[in-house]
Nanobody
Framework: QVRIGQSGGGLVQPGGSLRLSCVVS????????MGWYRQASGNQRDLVAT???????NYVDSVKGRFTISRDNAKNTVYLQMNSLKPEDTAVYYC???????WGQGTQVTVSS
């Protein structure tokens, strides 16, 4: 059974940084594309960033230059480094194993002074 565990959210001031982690168990992620999505209150869940098995990266325009998605296949983990955070980044962030359509439990990120 594939399981996804997320960690790293919290409250941060504008301009601050957070790193989200997504640990997958039950399957190796080395051949799988992975993604981060977010859902603000009352909104739909939107794509933030993806990383292919080969390491190709894709970002939504609003986070380019501020967020970095990365993967450590040895740890079966995907990360989302978020810098220069803005209040509009406030949302629940979800990790997804793209090919399997499996979601993590979500982690709250709140950017506020």
């Amino acid at each position: 059974q594939v399981r996804i565990g997320q960690s790293g959210g919290g409250l941060v001031q504008p301009g601050g940084s957070l790193r989200l982690s997504c640990v997958v168990s039950g399957t190796a992620i080395s051949t799988l594309g992975m993604g981060w999505y977010r859902q603000a209150s009352g909104n739909q869940r939107d794509l933030v960033a993806t990383i292919t098995s080969g390491g190709s990266l894709n970002y939504v325009d609003s986070v380019k230059g501020r967020f970095t998605i990365s993967r450590d296949n040895a740890k079966n983990t995907v990360y989302l480094q978020m810098n220069s955070l803005k209040p509009e980044d406030t949302a629940v962030y979800y990790c997804k194993v793209l090919a399997l359509g499996l979601w993590g439990q979500g982690t709250q990120v709140t950017v506020s002074s």
